[in-house]
Structures are given as structure tokens and as C-alpha cells.
């Protein structure tokens, strides 16, 4: 019965390869997030999407890129990684948000 | 710009004591403002959401108080124990925004 779950949980990879976290809500949010977390431990947004639109970038670099093929979903896509993409990753969800945020575990990701 | 300040950084009580997490906030504009808990390598835990319009809210033994004309909230937690070392995170909603800014958290360590 997981509200907000992430996969992997982990993943390790070199530069320059591309990957894929996926993110999946059951608790029929209109709103999906993308959060990241970085070695001092600051939570920034990085992009926000609303039944499948995209509503928040802020300022990413444009090797990520999100998709949302349905509401429930929000996946990362990152081209072309680098060491500085090294960091955990939250995926979010809200129904209004008055109610506030669920957030997932998080997807770790070492860039080497 | 809305920026989010977490006093103190790191603190370390023994068992039984009541604590006081301070978080601060520069625009008292807000939509409301959440706390939440995270542990090692885990994600974030909804803790107490707190509207723009409130100014308290508790579950057991947390306590949550927004003083929006101040631009402070603080994160009461009574008799700790041990179970409750985590990094606690305050997040204010600025409104319109859908996202949520964060703190840096207070990394708190309640030994036996």
C-alpha cells in the first residue's frame, strides 16, 4: 500500500551514460514533483507537473528531462551524466496543496 | 526570495528531554508550512501541516506553532526518546507555487 514509491531505490553509473528513475503515486494526487537532495542536504524542487503538465522547471539543465505518461506517474530521465548530478532524488505528490506533500524513499544516485 | 533557516543544526540531548527546533522564514506570505522527519537513507515523513490561517497543530507528543507575522515556526517535542534521532525539516508552501522550500534541518540525536 505504498503511497509514493520510487525505483531504484539505488543505482550507480558512469559519466556520460543515460538512466531512468521511475515514480509512481496511488493516492490520486493532480500533482507530481521532482526533488533533490544534495551532499548538504538541501531539498530543492526541480520540476512540478499537474495531470500531466508540466508547470515548474526550475532551471535545470536541460539533460533531464521529465515524463509523466499518466498522473499516477512521473519519471526522470537524465542524459549524459555527470559527477555534480550525484545526489538523491525525491519524487513528491499533492492533492491541493492545502494537504500537503508525500514524499517517496528517494533514489540515490552515484555518478562515478 | 523566500529562504528557509533551521536553528539548530545538529543537537544531541539525552532521553526524557523536551526540545524546541526552530525554523525561520524571510516572506510571511506563505501557504502554509509542513515539518517533516527523515531518517538515514529513508524519506521524508509528513510530521504536522500547518495552514496559513493556523497557529498551532499536534500529534502525540509534537506540537507545532507558525507565527507568520514573525516568520517563525517552532517544533515542540516532549519526553524524547531515542527513537525520535532523525533529521527534522521545516518547508514553507510560498503559494501559487507548488513547491515547497526548505530548510537545511536540525539533525537531532537523542541518546539513552
Known amino acids: 500500500d505504498t503511497a509514493v514509491s520510487q525505483t531504484p531505490k539505488y543505482l550507480v553509473t558512469q559519466m556520460g551514460n543515460d538512466k531512468s528513475i521511475k515514480c509512481e503515486q496511488n493516492l490520486g494526487h493532480d500533482t507530481m514533483y521532482w526533488y533533490k537532495q544534495d551532499s548538504k542536504k538541501f531539498l530543492k524542487i526541480m520540476f512540478s507537473y499537474n495531470n500531466k503538465e508540466l508547470i515548474i522547471n526550475e532551471t535545470v539543465p536541460n539533460r533531464f528531462s521529465p515524463k509523466s505518461p499518466d498522473k499516477a506517474h512521473l519519471n526522470l530521465h537524465i542524459n549524459s551524466l555527470e559527477l555534480g548530478d550525484s545526489a538523491v532524488y525525491f519524487c513528491?505528490?499533492?492533492?491541493?496543496?492545502?494537504?500537503?506533500?508525500?514524499f517517496g524513499s528517494g533514489t540515490r544516485l552515484t555518478v562515478v | 526570495k523566500q529562504e528557509v533557516t533551521q536553528i539548530p543544526a545538529a543537537l544531541s540531548v539525552p532521553e526524557g528531554e523536551n526540545l524546541v527546533l526552530n525554523c525561520s522564514f524571510t516572506d510571511s506570505a506563505i501557504y502554509n508550512l509542513q515539518w517533516f522527519r527523515q531518517d538515514p537513507g529513508k524519506g521524508l515523513t509528513s510530521l504536522l501541516l500547518i495552514q496559513s490561517s493556523q497557529r498551532e497543530q499536534t500529534s502525540g507528543r509534537l506540537n507545532a506553532s507558525l507565527d507568520k507575522s514573525s516568520g517563525r515556526s517552532t517544533l515542540y517535542i516532549a519526553a524524547s526518546q531515542p527513537g525520535d534521532s532523525a533529521t527534522y525539516l521545516c518547508a514553507v508552501d510560498p503559494g501559487g507555487y507548488n513547491k515547497l522550500i526548505f530548510g537545511a534541518g536540525t539533525r537531532l540525536a537523542v541518546h539513552p
Open positions: 513528491a505528490s499533492s492533492r491541493d496543496p492545502n494537504y500537503g506533500y508525500t
